[in-house]
């Protein structure tokens, strides 16, 4: 097994993700706010393994972010591997997230509450699908 498996384990296993909606000042009063990150409990060598791996497949070298660009990179690179993530029911809701963006305030007050409801029936949905498996 050489090394490049082992990192990919080791990111499959400790990457997090947190598909945040969160109450917000401005606009309907909440935000989305994806976010992807590894678990504190590596050792230096699984992050000096997981710097590697992420410099050579040219992914975000922050092991945490909430930067649009780079959590759509870890989203984009980990779909082929979402049967072996450890958070998968965190990374489906994320990538709902990120599919089905909260509606711009002028957009209306009746297309954000439809996005709520749809985000809530997804998020119900996600959730059984994982119990079932």
Excluded: C
């Excluded at 992914?59 to 945490?64: D, F, K, N, S």
């Excluded at 049967?83 to 998968?88: A, E, N, S, V």
């Excluded at 954000?112 to 079932?132: C, L, M, P």
Aim: proline fraction near 5%.
């Amino acid at each position: 097994m050489s090394t490049v498996d082992v990192a990919l384990g080791i990111i499959l296993t400790s990457v997090r993700f947190k598909p945040n909606v969160e109450s917000y000042e401005h606009g309907f009063g909440f935000r989305t706010r994806p976010e992807v990150y590894f678990t504190t409990a590596l050792t230096d060598n699984q992050t000096e393994l997981i710097q590697h791996y992420v410099k050579v497949h040219g992914l975000p070298m922050r092991l945490r972010t909430r930067a649009k660009a780079e959590v759509e990179a870890w989203v984009d690179f980990l779909s082929d591997y979402e049967p072996l993530l450890t958070d998968g029911e965190k990374y489906t809701h994320l990538k709902w997230l990120l599919d089905n963006p909260m509606p711009h305030k002028r957009e209306g007050w009746e297309a954000f509450v439809d996005w709520a409801e749809k985000h809530d029936e997804a998020s119900e949905y996600i959730t059984n699908q994982r119990e079932g498996e």
